[in-house]
């Protein structure tokens, strides 16, 4: 007898659970829970769009050889920041102050706001020192010069018994010393003797 109470009352409470889930209290609940999820995933995803721009990704564009303040404006024309990276080598291909690099590189695509690392050329070469070409050949000389980062500019040649020896040197028209401070890739000039007895100094010792 106690074991048919207990399973006429199970069934009884059974009914009673199945007539809860159909009733209109529950059914009305349930759609409140079902449409406030649904509208919770929806905002959820269009914040997730908003702030991460979901999909959408952006062309980088070409900006090597543009000058500084053009790069800028295209790269704010297209919802890009920056981050400038200073160059210590001079690239005479490029104007001043241009870009010489970028990271990323371009039609690279990338999201909003992302920023690109551009590299500047600068003003102008860094300066050298001059190394100590005076009473040494030509040729000893000019190999010098260039393992300095300088060139070779005019030659000219005066009287002076040392022939092919470099007596003076000269940067833009002004003579200058050793250990004088240059741009880099600049000429010098070399006034080198040419062999001969200077005449005057001839004269004078006779």
Do not use: C
């Amino acid at each position: 007898m106690v074991t048919l109470f207990y399973i006429f009352e199970s069934n009884y409470l059974f009914m009673d659970f199945l007539k809860f889930l159909f009733s209109k209290h529950f059914i009305k609940q349930l759609l409140k829970a079902l449409t406030f999820m649904i509208v919770f995933l929806f905002g959820l995803y269009i914040y997730l769009n908003l702030s991460t721009n979901h999909n959408r990704y952006i062309k980088v564009p070409d900006l090597v050889g543009v000058s500084f303040d053009q790069a800028v404006k295209i790269l704010n024309d297209n919802t890009l920041s920056f981050v400038v990276i200073d160059s210590a080598l001079y690239n005479p291909n490029f104007p001043k102050f241009s870009i010489v690099d970028q990271i990323p590189s371009s039609n690279t695509e990338v999201k909003k706001n992302r920023k690109i690392y551009l590299t500047l050329n600068p003003s102008n070469y860094g300066k050298v020192s001059i190394p100590n070409i005076i009473q040494i050949t030509q040729r000893s000389a000019n190999s010098a010069l260039l393992s300095s980062g300088l060139e070779v500019g005019e030659i000219t040649y005066e009287n002076n018994i040392g022939k092919d020896m470099v007596l003076q040197i000269f940067f833009n028209g002004n003579e200058i010393n050793i250990g004088d401070m240059v741009p880099k890739k600049s000429k010098i000039d070399l006034i080198l003797g040419n062999g001969l007895i200077d005449e005057k100094l001839e004269n004078g010792s006779k």
